[in-house]
C-alpha cells in the first residue's frame, strides 16, 4: 500500500536533490569537456538540467512508493540484522 507520510516526502526530496546536483554537475561537465561556452551564453541548459533530474527523481520516489518500506521512497525493503 503507498503512503506518502512526512518520511516519505522528506527522503523523496533529498533524494531529488542529490539528483538535481548529479545531473547539475553533468551539465557542467559536459560543457567543459566540449570547450563551448554553452552555459556562459544560455544558463537554462543548467536550470533544465538541475530541474530535470529534481523531476525524474521525484517521479521515481512515486513510482516505487509502496514497493519497499512503509513511507519510504525506496524500491529496496530494509533489513535488520
Keep these: 500500500m503507498k503512503t ?9 526530496f533529498e533524494r531529488a536533490v542529490k539528483t538535481a546536483a548529479q545531473a547539475g554537475l ?12 554553452s552555459l556562459a ?6 536550470v533544465s538540467a538541475l530541474a530535470g533530474g529534481a523531476l525524474v527523481s521525484l517521479l521515481t ?9 512503509k513511507d519510504d521512497p525506496s524500491a529496496v525493503a530494509k533489513t535488520t540484522p
Design 41 to 46: 551564453h544560455n544558463p537554462g541548459v543548467l
Design 4 to 12: 506518502f507520510g512526512r518520511n516519505f516526502w522528506r527522503q523523496a
Design 26 to 37: 553533468l551539465a557542467v561537465g559536459a560543457d567543459a569537456a566540449n570547450k563551448l561556452p
Design 61 to 69: 520516489s512515486l513510482a516505487t512508493a509502496g514497493v519497499g518500506q
